[in-house]
């Protein structure tokens, strides 16, 4: 299915019923895909590097109430959530209560400053503007599952000039839980199903990019193939996508 040329070997372990494996994993230099039926992309770490905006837009809102937390933290915790279930998190780390109220209030402020922020400008991630216009131009279904809200996502992607790629955009207002559970992706596949029922026939030929641990379960558990990018976290700590490269501009469709 795939022709790769060697960049870096390295091992990592994988958990195993009867104990830990090691496991070889490549990062490739270039990586040739087979086309898929269908291409659904995350988008915060896969498209834009926004994670760090993400991060300070938290931090305005949290250190004030005196439950901030550092960028490691962050990365290791709260990477893929939605901001729900990331203010939920933070709150309940350090043992204090949050109604639903509170919570909207939060994600509202949230929001608020990060749009705030993005109006300075975005820069997509090497490849991924002519990945993104080649594979539409050729008809390919694309779709977006993310953690962020809608809001946080479409004037970036009009900053960018791709908005026309993406019919379907499932976010986090499309859900009710975020990543690591699948229901985001089964959603995303089942609205590329209905809309292409010609080109579309079932997840396993059906390929996400991810570049979290987090991101990369909720595909896998919603029955898709996953090519995961080191965009955010390195290959070893990526191990269950089926592919791995450092970068979408390595990454061809044939």
């Not at 104990?19 to 040739?32: I, W």
């Not at 998190?89 to 705030?116: N, T, Y």
Request: hydrophobic share 40%.
């Amino acid at each position: 299915m795939i022709r790769t040329i060697r960049k870096e070997t390295f091992f990592a372990e994988r958990s195993v019923a009867n104990g830990v494996v090691p496991v070889l994993l490549l990062v490739m230099q270039s990586l040739t895909v087979s086309r898929p039926e269908a291409v659904i992309f995350d988008f915060d770490g896969v498209i834009v590097d926004t994670e760090p905006l993400h991060y300070r837009s938290f931090q305005e809102v949290l250190d004030p109430l005196g439950i901030g937390f550092p960028w490691p933290e962050y990365v290791k915790t709260y990477m893929g959530f939605d901001d729900r279930d990331a203010f939920l998190e933070a709150f309940r780390a350090r043992g204090k209560e949050l109604d639903e109220q509170g919570l909207q209030a939060l994600v509202a402020s949230k929001s608020k400053i990060f749009q705030e922020v993005i109006r300075q400008g975005v820069t997509a991630y090497p490849g991924v503007v002519r990945n993104l216009t080649s594979l539409h131009a050729s008809g390919l279904p694309l779709a977006i599952c993310s953690g962020a809200l809608r809001s946080d996502i479409t004037p970036i992607l009009a900053q960018l000039g791709i908005a026309h790629c993406f019919r379907h955009i499932i976010t986090a207002d499309d859900v009710r839980k975020s990543k690591p559970d699948p229901e985001c992706y089964s959603l995303a596949f089942h609205r590329l199903l209905h809309a292409h029922p010609s080109l579309v026939s079932s997840p396993g030929k059906c390929l996400a990019i991810e570049d979290t641990p987090a991101g990369i379960r909720a595909a896998k558990l919603a029955g898709l193939n996953v090519l995961a990018v080191t965009n955010s976290y390195s290959g070893k700590e990526l191990t269950e996508a089926d592919y791995l490269t450092d970068s979408l501009e390595n990454v061809r469709f044939s």
